[in-house]
């Protein structure tokens, strides 16, 4: 019965605003799309702090000139309006979005043509990364409704490293299909020097989202928590499946505050959202509280509830030929100029809800 509820809440979209109608009883459904996107190096041609941001200028290697960052523009605003669905043909209602340089870039973004009529609204959050780069959060008011925003840093309350910077979580409540939730975006340390030497960086990460989904939490128990981002790491890693405390069976989240990671049995298929040397890794994760699971089990969905998560590997996103044919279609490869996409598959969960 379960399977055919969520096949039911899958298909059978009347109208507009992505309400579904069940065959049997008549409930009306809306089904909101969650997505996080790594865009690549979303950067404006001016140099503003002189070192990494030369690359990103006229004057740099790459020659990034406004012809260049206006193609990024345009292909980054196409892939997102390619994720519209049947059941959300706005769009996601909420996008989390990494490795973009300033406001000043998604605020172009969202005004590309592809885009611009989802009105979506940008948070962003100049953090402490060496490089420039941010974190950030794109939603459609149509659907959510801010109350709070807060950024935290990982500070020497989980990591013995004064000089290491890195990006700033963004914490942002809103309200959305009026319930309470609490999205968090991330850009988790690199692997450079080795995934092994420096996992203790990424394991300091997930132990700063677990602090923070506790103390949210503890603020108001009665709310969904989302957490996504570029993690640098796979669902069964240590700074995921341990310090972060990520579930891979939904059998094990039984409390308010376990976590289940829906993308770890979807890399276990061989599906991930980059590769290398052939490996694919599933670094770009949407993982969530138990909270969105308290009525996956019911026919009825009065609280928003998890519909389904997916790898959006489109095939206009990926290289047609050569020995990376398969990967995601990036915007440079060895210094060449491809005029792609990102190095990143996006990744997006779906939630349902019945409406009155």
Known sequence: MKKLVLLLLSWLCI????????????????????MFYNLENLFDTINNNGTYDLEFSPQGGRQWNNAKYWSKQHNMAYAISQMATKNTPMGPALIGVSEIENRTVLDDLVKQPE??????????????????????????PRF??????????????????????????????????GEKVSVLVNHWPSRLGGEEQSSWLREAAGKMMRHTVDSLLADDPNQGIIFMGDLNDDPQNKSCAVAMG????????????????PFWKILDKGIGTLAYRGQW???????????????????????????????????????KEGERQGYPLRTYSAGIFLNGYSDHFPTEIFLVKEVQ
């Not at 950024?151 to 990591?159: A, H, V």
């Not at 990520?246 to 289940?260: C, N, S």
């Open 144 to 177: 959510f409704k801010v109350l709070n925003v807060t950024n935290q840093r990982l500070d020497s309350r989980f990591i013995d490293y004064p000089t290491f910077r890195t990006r700033d979580q963004l914490c942002v409540t809103g309200m959305l299909a």
């Open 281 to 319: 890794n599933l670094f770009d994760q949407i993982v969530f509280n138990q909270y969105f699971l308290r009525h996956y089990d019911s026919k009825d969905k009065p609280g928003l509830t998890f519909l389904r998560a997916e790898v959006l590997n489109r095939e206009f996103l990926k290289t």
């Open 15 to 34: 109208s507009p605003l992505a309400q579904c109608q069940q065959a049997d009883g008549g409930k009306r459904y809306q089904v909101f799309g969650v």
């Open 115 to 140: 885009i611009r009529d989802w009105h979506l609204q940008v948070i962003h959050h100049d953090g402490p990364d060496r490089r420039g780069v941010d974190v950030g959060l794109l939603y459609n």
């Open 246 to 261: 990520a579930k891979r069976d939904m059998k094990d989240v039984q409390e308010i505050g376990d976590i289940y990671n």
